[in-house]
């Protein structure tokens, strides 16, 4: 984890992020599909942090409008729905890109998946050029293969792009609990763990592969909810209120 450094009046607690949204994130209140008003906010709250000197990348996850496990339940092989899944956070990640263009933030989106006339390919060294400039880049179609979740391409992206966290945000989710909040309303949330407990104990709340490979190359997680208002500059700036996942 990196020191906090000053920007302005601001004390930035990271330098370089990673911004998972999940697809559930984007329908907002919808619950399907892209939410025009909720990735509007998104976007606005993505230029307030990268105003403060905060270089951001984003996975969009793909679940608002297709799952490759929903496919493989139905009947279809699974790595054809898997690369619809890969679409589908295609899809989301050009909407992002289109809200923070209309603020006025330069955004690259990169496929894992080459789509040339839709996007650039994936390039790791182009990628961290792009932050280095000061442009968002946001990471489309998955890890590029089926049977990796997006939880899991997070992982795989912070950790080649060097960054000092993974933030996770998720509709409806503000943390980690010892219970689901959702059925016991007495369940406690964490405001601290460590990566190994959600791989010991199976915990759902993120992807295990996620999990592993966060782990194994020592890179930390915040979970918070995107329902929270400012969430994603409360995240940077030291004023989060989720639950933070030490590498360990």
Sequence with gaps: MCPFFKKGEHFMKYKRVLLKLSGEALAGDDHFGINANTVADIARQIKEAKDL??????????????????????????????????????????AVQNALEQAGVPTRVQTAVEMQKVAEPFI???????????????????????????????????????????????????????????????????DSMKMSDIVDNKLGVIDLASAVLAME????????????????????????????????
């Design 53 to 94: 000197g905060v270089e951001i990348a984003i996975v969009c996850g793909g679940g608002n409008i297709w799952r490759g496990v929903t496919g493989a339940q139905m009947g279809m092989e699974r790595s054809s729905a898997d690369y619809m899944g890969m679409l589908a956070t295609v899809m989301n990640g050009l």
């Design 124 to 190: 790791l060294r182009r990628a961290i050029r792009h932050l280095e400039k000061g442009r968002i880049v946001i990471f489309g179609a998955g890890t590029g293969s089926p049977y990796f979740s997006t939880d899991t391409t997070a992982a795989l992206r912070a950790s080649e792009i060097d960054a000092d966290v993974i933030l996770m945000a998720k509709n409806g989710v503000d943390g980690v609990y010892d219970s689901d909040p959702k059925t016991n309303p007495n369940a406690k949330k964490y």
């Design 217 to 248: 190359n020592k890179m930390p997680m915040m979970l918070f909810g995107l329902n929270d208002e400012n969430s994603i500059v409360k995240a940077v700036t030291g004023g989060f209120t989720g639950t933070y996942v030490n590498a360990e």
